[in-house]
C-alpha cells in the first residue's frame, strides 16, 4: 500500500523553508520538492547580493562628499567592477550555502525535480505520483521578461544574470522603476556605469504620495536620467540596444528588465484542484490562513502573488506550515504592512499608503531633510518624510518617506502603527540629540499642530502615586 | 516703585531658551540673562561641531573597506586637519547663529551680565538688582579640569577649545573615556592622530553590562590603545606632556581632558535660599516639577547635574517654563532614559542599566553582529546587543549595545519600553529583510526562548471579526 504523507511542500524558497521548519516540529512524514537551483530568490538573485552590490556602490559614490569634508584625493578612487561582482558572488555563495544546511540533512525527503498536482491531495514529481493529507505551494516567482525582448539573448540580463556577469558595459538601461529597478539603477550609477532609466509609470519605487514621489523622483534624477510615462521598446541593433520610449531614443550596451516578477505557476496543475482560478490562473487564497478555498492546500510567498517580500513569505510560510499539520485552519492577524526600498536616502512605505486614504479624514505632518541639523553634519541632508494621522483620533496610520536612515525610521514607525500609538504617544518617546529621528518628529509635531488641542506638554503629568514617587 | 518680574531666566543655553519659549507664550513680564558668549553648549562646543567631526572622520576612516569592496586608489587619500576643522567651525557658526535668533529679538529683556542670587526672589546683575515672583536657574556646566593641569597652557585642551585649534598635532592624549571622550578618541584617530586614550575607569562610554563593554572596549582598542583603570597624571616635558598611568609613560603634543563637565553654581548664591546644600553645594531639586524645595525657584538643565542630555535639559526648561507661570507648580513623568555614544559602531543604552538590575528577575538576550547578513554585506558586522527583559512578565526594562545603527534601535527600543511593552509584543512587529533591525530579532528570540512559553507564533491569531473581515 502506498504511502499517505502528512505535508507535502512544493518549493524550497524562503517561503517553503519557513514552512518547513514548523513542519519538521509536527510530523517526520513529509516531503520537500524544489525545481531548479536549491538555495532562495533571496540568498541566491535577490535581497542579499543586491544589497552587497549597493553597499559597495554607496561606499564608492561617498567620495563626492570628500572634498567638503576635508579629504583630499578622492579623484584617485577608481571601482573594478569585476572586483565588486566577485565580492557579491562571494557572499552570496556564503548565504546561499546557509539556506541549503537545512533541506540537505533531509536526505530523501528532499526531491530535486518539477512537481505537479493531479488533486488537492496528490502531485507528480520526477514520474512519480505522491499523496498527502496537505500540500503547501511555495513554487516562488521569476522576473517578468516579455517574450519579443528574449531575442537580445545576453544583452538583456534580469536579477537572474545581472551578478552572474564578469563586468558590466559602459551604458545600461534599467526598464522599471520599481523597488528593483530603483535600487539597481543607482547603484548601477553609483559604480560609475552610464544609466537610463525607464518606466511605464510617473511614479517610482511603490510610491503613491505625490510629493514624496517628487522628491524621490528629483533626487534619483541629480544621479541618472529617468524617462517616466512610457512604455520601453527595445530592438537590437549594431552598437548594442536601442531603447524607444515616447519622443526618447537610447543606445546601451546592455538592459536590466526590471519590470517585476511573476509567480512561477504554469504547468502547476492548479486547474485539477477544481476551485475557479482568476484570468492569471491564480486560485483564491485566504491571506490569515493562506489556505487555497477550503481545501488542503496552501499557497504561500511569491507564488500567491500577493505580497512579494521576504518578511511577508516567512510569514506566509509559518502559517501554512502551522495550519497543515493541525486539523483546522487558525486564521492569523498579519502584521502592519512594511516596504522598504535600500535607495539612499532610503525609501519606504508604513502602513497604510497615502492613496487611497481619503483625505478629508486624514491629517498629513510632513518634514524635510534639507536643513535637518544631524543630516547636514553627515552630508545626508536631503528627503522628505510624510505622515498621514486619522483626523479624528490623531492614530498614526500610515507613512510613506525618501529620507536619510529611512529604513530604520521606517521600523519605528511600524511599531507605532502596529501598536495603534496617536501623534502624542509618539511625542512622549525620548528623541536624542542630534539625530535624524528629530526629523521625525518634526514632522510629528506638524501632525500635532494640525489635530484637535491636545495637553500644552508632550509630558504627561504625574499621578499622583508617581509624583509622590518623585518627592 | 521697582518693577517685579514675573520670570527671571539665568542662562541661556538649551535649557534656558526652552524654558524661554514657555514663558513667552504666558507672560512678556520677564528677562533672561546670559554670562559669557551667547548660544547653547550644545551648538557651540557641544553635539553639533562633535558630529560634524565625527562624520568627517568615519567618512574618511571608511577607506579601509575599500579594497574589500573592489574600490582602488584609498592610499591616495589623506585629510586635512585644519579644512575639516573650518568647516567644523562653518556648520557650528550657522547651528549657533539659529540659536541667536530668540534671544536677539528681545532686546532689553535680554541682559549680558552674571547673576548672583540675593534671595529666592532676588537677584543682582551688572551691580543692578531684580525681583521676580519665579528664578529659573539654568546656567548650564563646563568641562572638568584638575587645577593642576592649567599649567598646561595650550597643551591641554577640552571641548570648549578644540574645534577652535587651527591645526590638531601628532600625538594626543585623550583623559576620560566617557561619552565625549570615546567620540572624540575615535574621531581623532581615525583624522589621522595617533591617539593614546585614558580612564580612570574599567568601563567606557557609561556602559554596566560587563560584556557589551568588553566587545565596545576591544573594538575601540583595535583602533588606538586604551590605558583603562589608573589615574592619569599630567606634566609639561620638552616635547610636549608626558601621561604617567599606572606603569605607561607616554609623550604626547597635547591632551584633550574630557573627564565630564561641572555644574555652573559657583558664586550663583545659592547658599541664599535658605536651603540644605549638599557637599558639593547644590540643592535638592525635584525631577518631576523641577523645584527647588518648595521655592519658586526651578532649576534645569547641566545646572542641576541630573542628567546632562540636550533632549533632559530642554524637557527641564520647558518644565520649569509652564512650572514658573502657573500658580501651583505641576509634576510630569520624564522620558525614558535614553544615552547614545556617537561612536562606530554606536553605544547606547536605553531604559535600565543593567546594572543595578537583579540578575534573579530578569532575563538577558543577546546577539553579536559579525555573522549579521545585512552587516556584513556593508562591511559593518561587529557588535554586540544585550536586552533585559522582567523574568516573570516578558517585559523589556532595558538595553546596552555597541552595534551598527545603535542609535536608530535605541530608539525603537526607548519606544518599546516607554509603552511597557514585552517581548512577544515586540516579536510582532515586521522586520524587514534585509536589515541590521533583524539582528535586534534575534536577539528578542534568544530572550522569548528563556520566558515562560507564549504562543507558538509571532502573529496573533485573528479575532472572529477580523477573520470574517479577511474572508
Known amino acids: ?48 547580493p543586491s544589497k552587497a552590490l549597493i ?51 533531509l536526505g530523501e525527503r528532499a526531491i530535486s525535480g518539477r512537481a505537479r498536482l493531479l488533486a488537492p491531495d496528490r502531485l507528480e514529481v520526477n514520474g512519480q505520483e505522491l499523496q498527502a493529507r496537505n500540500i503547501i ?26 551578478f552572474e556577469q564578469e563586468t558590466l558595459p559602459a551604458r545600461m538601461a534599467v526598464v522599471g522603476m520599481g523597488s528593483i529597478g530603483v535600487e539597481m539603477a543607482q547603484a548601477l550609477s553609483r559604480l560609475g556605469i552610464r544609466v537610463a532609466a525607464f518606466s511605464s509609470n510617473q511614479t517610482v519605487a511603490g510610491l503613491t504620495d505625490p510629493q514624496v514621489n517628487a522628491v524621490a523622483t528629483e533626487l534619483l534624477e541629480r544621479e541618472f536620467p529617468m524617462y517616466l510615462g512610457d512604455k520601453a521598446d527595445l ?42 482560478l482568476d484570468q492569471r490562473g491564480m486560485p483564491s487564497v485566504n491571506p490569515g490562513t493562506m489556505q487555497v478555498a477550503d481545501l488542503p492546500v496552501f499557497m504561500v510567498g511569491d507564488a500567491n502573488d500577493q505580497v512579494a517580500l521576504l518578511h511577508e513569505a516567512a510569514d506566509e510560510g509559518h502559517i501554512a506550515g502551522l495550519n497543515a499539520t493541525q ?24 502602513g497604510n499608503h497615502f492613496q487611497p486614504l481619503d483625505s478629508a479624514k486624514i491629517r498629513v505632518g510632513e518634514v524635510r531633510f534639507d536643513r535637518q541639523g544631524r543630516a547636514r553634519t553627515g552630508q545626508r541632508n536631503k528627503g522628505i518624510m510624510r505622515l498621514y494621522a486619522e483626523a479624528e483620533s490623531g492614530r498614526l496610520l500610515g507613512a510613506e518617506m525618501c ?20 501623534v502624542q504617544d509618539m511625542l512622549r518617546l525620548p528623541f536624542y540629540h542630534p539625530v535624524l529621528e528629530e526629523g521625525l518628529r518634526t514632522a ?28
Chains 1, 2 share one sequence.
Open 137 to 162: 505551494i511555495a513554487t516562488g516567482s521569476r522576473p517578468i521578461v516579455p517574450s519579443s525582448w528574449r531575442g537580445l539573448e545576453e544583452r538583456l540580463l534580469t536579477t537572474d544574470t545581472l
Open 444 to 471: 510629528l509635531r506638524d501632525l500635532a499642530a494640525q489635530l484637535p488641542a491636545g495637553s500644552e506638554s508632550d509630558l504627561a503629568t504625574c499621578s499622583a502615586f508617581n509624583s509622590e514617587a518623585l518627592d
Open 235 to 276: 530592438n537590437a541593433v549594431s552598437e548594442g540596444v536601442q531603447v524607444n520610449a515616447g519622443s526618447t531614443k537610447i543606445v546601451v550596451d546592455c538592459v536590466l528588465a526590471a519590470l517585476g516578477r511573476r509567480p512561477n505557476i504554469d504547468n502547476l496543475g492548479l486547474e485539477t484542484l477544481g476551485v475557479t
Open 403 to 422: 529620507a536619510p536612515a529611512g529604513e530604520h525610521m521606517a521600523h519605528l514607525l511600524a511599531l507605532a502603527i502596529d501598536r495603534s500609538l496617536t
Open 1 to 48: 500500500m502506498k504511502e499517505i504523507l502528512d505535508v507535502i511542500i512544493v518549493g524550497a524558497g524562503s517561503a517553503g523553508l519557513a514552512a518547513l521548519r514548523e513542519v519538521k516540529k509536527r510530523t517526520q512524514r513529509f516531503v520537500i520538492i524544489n525545481d531548479g537551483p536549491w538555495g532562495t530568490v533571496c540568498a541566491r538573485v535577490g535581497c542579499m
Open 327 to 350: 486539523s483546522i485552519p487558525v486564521c492569523f492577524n498579519r502584521r502592519a504592512p512594511l516596504a522598504i526600498v535600500f535607495s539612499d536616502p532610503g525609501i519606504a512605505v508604513v
Open 55 to 105: 553597499e559597495a556602490a554607496n561606499a564608492f559614490y561617498r567620495r563626492t562628499t570628500f572634498e567638503e569634508f576635508g579629504i583630499c584625493g578622492a579623484s584617485h578612487l577608481s571601482v573594478s567592477i569585476p572586483d565588486v561582482l566577485q565580492r557579491v558572488r562571494r557572499l552570496r555563495d556564503d548565504f546561499v550555502a546557509s539556506t541549503l544546511k537545512t533541506t540537505e540533512e
